[in-house]
């Protein structure tokens, strides 16, 4: 599931980002200055950040800075009511990915934040797997279905892994059973699989990638590209 954090002090425009930006495969964190929002990096690293630049206990873009200079950064976007033109470009030279000033229109925030959401998936590590719209990273457990994050159980993990692997090859259900529940139990429920593959393609709006050949398994059938 995405992430966004929000540095935010003042009270009314964080809880209204919170609201604005929350849907049902992504999750806002909401702090209101510098301390908690590095505790709460130190905890999880979000995918955004959407930063202002004066808070009660330092500047936004110092933060911004020491950011940048790590080894994992999310992308940031420097949310401000400074707005003259070297402001702009002292943050955007600084390492923002975008930089929207106070006042400003919700939904121009809501497409810069989807458009640099999009972004950052597309720019998975070279291990990742590419597949038309798909972008699928194992190692890193990193799914995206046209440039949006999906979030995957391990069940939908290993199946997912079995189908891509050998796209365009019809996996049989006893054999994709015998390696995705390989916990030892004596016994799955055959629906099992039938329940993990309907998810599957929901969740990856897959319906057209894998088929069902009927009374032998499924198969991948999206060409690489």
């Not at 080894?71 to 400074?82: G, K, M």
Request: glycine share 6%.
């Amino acid at each position: 599931m995405e992430q966004i954090l929000i540095v935010e002090d003042d009270k009314g425009l964080n809880q209204g980002l919170c609201k604005a930006l929350k849907t049902k495969d992504r999750c806002v964190v909401s702090c209101s200055n510098l301390r908690s929002a590095q505790e709460q990096i130190a905890c999880q690293m979000p995918d955004l950040i959407l930063l202002d630049v004066n808070l009660p206990d330092g500047n936004g873009r110092v933060w911004l800075r020491a950011l940048k200079a790590g080894t994992e950064c999310p992308a940031v976007i420097l949310l401000t009511a400074n707005d003259t033109d070297e402001d702009i470009v002292c943050g955007l030279e600084e390492g923002a990915d975008d930089y929207i000033t106070k006042p400003f229109s919700l939904a121009v925030l809501r497409a810069r934040v989807n458009t640099q959401l999009r972004n950052r998936c597309r720019t998975l590590p070279t291990n990742a797997i590419k597949i038309g719209p798909y972008c699928f990273d194992f190692i890193a457990q990193q799914f995206c279905a046209d440039g949006v994050s999906v979030e995957l159980s391990k069940t939908e993990q290993k199946l997912l892994r079995l189908l891509v692997e050998n796209r365009g090859r019809t996996m049989e259900r006893t054999l994709l059973m015998d390696r995705i529940w390989t916990d030892g139990a004596d016994y799955v429920d055959e629906n099992a699989l039938s329940v993990t593959v309907k998810r599957l393609r929901d969740k990856l709006n897959a319906h057209e990638a894998i088929k069902t050949i009927y009374g032998i398994g499924y198969v991948w059938v999206t060409n690489d590209g």
